[in-house]
């Protein structure tokens, strides 16, 4: 198993700010993968994050607006860019090992 | 493109009425189908992992099993603790990410 270490838990920040996210894993792994639950829906990829090379952004998520870095096989970031009450969601960090995936608790962010 | 629906959106039971929640899914090859429970405020927490059509998995109050098109997630005797939306989400052979659907909430009244 993994355990993911997510920071901070929550946030409320205001319009036009940014917030980077951080997420630690307690093993080697290739592949991190961002997630967006915005509320009362389920979870939405936001990018996979690869040691070394650029993120993979899915189809409505742009580099400008969620910038990630992956310096190592065991961290990465995320920041919510110029930000909107839009955005105000839980964001998590996943991994996944084998078959099976693993979760951080979740930044509950609020902008306003 | 993988495809994941579950249904009921949302259950109420009376503590001990057993029932079911459904997980449909369509993907070009199945690697694994996961169960997370997922409380207000926190992230997914891991449940069941699937691989194959006819497989069952138990812990505690729950059970798992899974066909060809659908898992079901059976719960007996459920206690108010129970309490949570319970979310299914599949793993494609080819690729690393996961397909989630969009929840059961499922309250538990004592």
């Known amino acids: 198993s993994a355990v993911i270490s997510q920071k901070p838990s929550r946030d409320i920040c205001q319009r036009g700010t940014s917030l980077t996210i951080q997420c630690q894993v307690d093993?080697?792994?290739?592949?991190m993968f961002w997630y967006r639950q915005q509320p009362g829906q389920s979870l939405t990829l936001i990018a996979t994050a690869n040691q070394g090379s650029e993120a993979t952004y899915e189809s409505g998520f742009v580099i400008d607006k969620f910038p990630i870095s992956r310096p190592n096989l065991t961290f990465s970031t995320l920041t919510v860019s110029n930000m909107s009450p839009e955005d105000s969601s839980i964001y998590l960090c996943?991994?996944?090992?084998?078959?099976?995936?693993?979760f951080g608790q979740g930044t509950r962010l609020t902008v306003v | 493109e993988d495809q994941v629906t579950q249904s009921p959106e949302a259950l109420r039971l009376q503590e001990g009425e057993s029932s079911s929640l459904n997980c449909s899914y369509t993907?070009?090859?199945?690697?694994?189908l996961f169960w997370y429970r997922q409380d207000p405020g926190k992230g997914p927490e891991f449940l069941f992992t699937l691989y194959s059509a006819g497989e069952e998995k138990e812990k505690e109050r729950l059970k798992a099993t899974l066909t060809k098109k659908e898992s079901f997630l059976h719960i007996t005797a459920p206690k108010p603790e129970d309490s949570a939306t319970y979310l299914c989400a599949v793993l494609e052979t080819s690729g690393s990410r996961l397909t989630f659907g969009e929840g059961t909430q499922l309250t538990v009244n004592p």
């Open positions: 093993s080697q792994v290739t592949m």
């Open positions: 996943s991994v996944v090992m084998a078959v099976e995936a693993f």
């Open positions: 993907v070009s090859g199945l690697r694994g």
